[in-house]
């Protein structure tokens, strides 16, 4: 059974989902745009960073990662973002106020690993939070009038992984966020989803009223709290205050 003809690929569909970059392989033959979902908190970060003028490169966690993340950043005039609570840029969105580095390389065991892996596929690959979830179907819309024909869209969700090779979790942030963008494309016109894909947005529509409390209250808001950085969660949780649409190019998220 080919890909196209999978009962898992969605391929009959123009809006897909599903998880982590197994999920990507699913549902990415005949797509034209993957949108990468990592609420907490790589692609919130990356929508933060380019809301101030700052380009983020995306990363694979991981210390035999780290020699290319190094390289990489040298050959750009860039840097390689720290860890949460140290200096400058890290996977927390609240430290990329005053960034003057660009671009910035942003390890992450979940988003950044994922939009990496797919920076090599001949797809648009975009960032995804719910910052900026209707200026995404914004700039999908725009980019099906391009085309001039159906744009095939996939969304993807990063997950929660511990570490780089641990199972993935399921994130009910994530699904929220994607269900968030699959319902700002409906009310634009692009509502011939897959089943996979009105789920999620069922569940963003029917508890849209409670999304900052839910994302805060799940696993890894809690676990943010406990480490001290609860306002990830609300950076994350804000709906609709940005209108940047990071875009992959040449391995560096840029804003459009």
């Known amino acids: 059974m080919t890909d196209s003809t999978s009962p898992f690929g969605q391929a009959k569909y123009q809006v897909r989902f599903d998880w982590g970059l197994a999920g990507a392989d699913r549902i990415l033959p005949g797509a034209h745009a993957v949108v990468v979902v990592d609420a907490l908190s790589f692609t919130t970060s990356v929508v933060v960073a380019a809301e101030h003028g700052v380009a983020v490169a995306p990363w694979p966690a991981g210390t035999e990662a780290r020699a290319g993340a190094d390289a990489f950043a040298a050959e750009r005039g860039g840097l390689v973002a720290g860890r949460r609570g140290a200096p400058g840029p890290t996977l927390s969105p609240a430290s990329w106020v005053g960034v003057a580095a ?48 159906r744009l095939m869209i996939s969304i993807v969700a990063a997950g929660e992984r511990e570490a780089a090779g641990a199972d993935l979790r399921f994130g009910l942030e994530d699904l929220l966020v994607a269900g968030a963008v699959v319902d700002a494309l409906v009310a634009r016109g692009i509502d011939h989803t897959s089943p996979e894909a009105a789920v999620a947005c069922a569940a963003f529509e029917g508890l849209s009223r409670a999304t900052g409390h839910l994302v805060s209250a799940s696993g890894s808001g809690v676990r943010l709290r406990e480490l001290g950085y609860a306002g990830d969660a609300r950076l994350a949780a804000e709906r609709d205050v940005a209108d940047v649409v990071p875009v992959l190019h040449d391995g560096v998220f840029i804003a459009e």
């Open 102 to 149: 660009s671009p910035v390389v942003l390890p992450s065991p979940n988003g950044g690993a994922l939009a990496h892996a797919l920076g090599a596929r001949d797809v648009v690959v975009i960032a995804a939070a719910m910052r900026n979830r209707s200026a995404v179907a914004e700039r999908l819309l725009a980019l099906q009038a391009e085309r001039g024909e």
